[in-house]
């Protein structure tokens, strides 16, 4: 399994931006596609978007789509999420996964997971 350790949440006003991080260890992080997913206090943990290995297609929550852009650089072993518009509806933990087995890639069915980092946006 990939070791993930994400880092750049914080507390954002309304209409802010974040970067989020995800790190990887291992030389293998560029064969595995990569996702976000987030969990709001006391609601199930949710996609929000995932990339392919090369980083060439991605996918996005209808939530998200226009709003946050993942991404991935390979030669650093780092997948990012740079989130703009915020709403407070984004406050979350939001967590990267590496490696899908499911049947979908936006489920929760994936090998590798982080431990999450906040976000919080204030209205």
């Known amino acids: 399994q990939v070791q993930l350790v994400e880092s750049g949440g914080g507390l954002v006003q309304a209409g802010g931006s974040l970067r989020l991080s995800c790190a990887a260890s291992?030389?293998?992080?560029?064969?595995?596609?990569m996702g976000w997913f987030r969990q709001a206090p006391g609601k199930e943990r949710e996609f929000v978007a995932v990339?392919?290995?090369?980083?060439?297609?991605?996918s996005y929550a209808d939530s998200v789509k226009g709003r946050f852009t993942i991404s991935r650089d390979n030669a650093k072993n780092t997948l990012y999420l740079q989130m703009n518009s915020l709403k407070p509806d984004d406050t979350a933990v939001y967590y990267c996964?590496?490696?899908?087995?499911?049947?979908?890639?936006?489920?929760?069915?994936?090998?590798?997971w982080g431990q999450g980092t906040q976000v919080t946006v204030s209205s």
């Open positions: 996964a590496a490696d899908p087995y499911g049947s979908s890639w936006t489920d929760l069915a994936w090998r590798s």
């Open positions: 291992g030389r293998t992080f560029s064969r595995y596609p």
């Open positions: 990339i392919t290995r090369g980083g060439g297609t991605s």
